[in-house]
């Protein structure tokens, strides 16, 4: 499985901060992004917006980015704080 | 406050004493003339909008380690001593601290220069969102363009 984290707008707007998904056929993270985006429309409209990042296990990485069975995928609106 | 792993970083509800992080840095150091502080306080208004309050969300975790990343990379191109980072999580109201950066060194250039650096770098890696409360009721922040391009010039 792939654990799947969300923060803040995004968070909110997804009503969800956490879900997993099974990890077959999910070799990076644009195609976990096309996973959820498949959920729903009001999901697809959220994963659609380019300035999300992303990072597996901690780790601000690209769309192309691998992930593996046990990650922690992470997506967030551009970060504000300081 | 959550253990952590990393004694120059703390992610933290409780305010700090800009004192005592002082008296921190300078303890037993005698090989430091300089001590340079930051501290970032919420402001009353924020573009035009009087703000009441912001709450502060982090992703506990990659937060710290980011911040170890930021203050490693500090080390490798300045001659600094002790660093210490302290950012604010939770609500926040108008006037209250909510980071902290502190960084000694030898000779003032390099606490300034490192110091500086690590600000610039907080704001566009570290996974912190603040949501403010308003007149105008509540709302995410987005990310300033300026940030990045502050980041940029290093």
């Not at chain 2, 710290?64 to 980072?85: D, F, M, N, P, Y």
């Amino acid at each position: 499985m792939i654990k799947v984290v969300f923060f803040a707008a995004l968070r909110e707007q997804l009503n969800c901060s956490e879900l997993s998904l099974p990890s077959e056929h999910l070799t990076t993270v644009a195609q976990v992004k096309a996973v959820l985006a498949a959920k729903s429309e009001q999901w697809q409209q959220l994963f659609a917006n380019g300035s999300l990042l992303a990072a597996v296990n901690h780790q601000m990485v690209n769309n192309d980015f691998a992930v593996n069975a046990g990650d922690e995928v992470a997506f967030f609106p551009p970060v504000t704080g300081g | 406050m959550p253990i952590t792993e990393h004694p120059e970083i703390s992610i933290q509800t409780a305010d700090f004493s800009l004192a005592d992080e002082v008296a921190l840095l300078e303890q037993d150091n005698a090989v430091d003339g300089a001590v340079v502080t930051f501290t970032g306080r919420v402001r009353n208004q924020n573009e035009g909008k009087s703000v009441t309050s912001l709450t502060l969300e982090h992703y506990p975790g990659m937060t710290e380690k980011s911040l170890a990343s930021i203050i490693s990379q500090a080390k490798q191109r300045w001659r600094i001593g002790r660093v210490k980072v302290i950012h604010r999580v939770g609500e926040l109201f108008i006037g209250d601290q909510i980071v902290f950066v502190g960084v000694t060194s030898k000779h003032r250039k390099d606490a300034y220069a490192a110091n500086e650096f690590i600000m610039d770098y907080l704001k566009i890696k570290a996974p912190f969102w603040k949501k403010e409360t308003s007149e105008a009721g509540e709302n995410w922040l987005d990310a300033k363009g300026s940030d990045e391009d502050k980041a940029a010039q290093w």
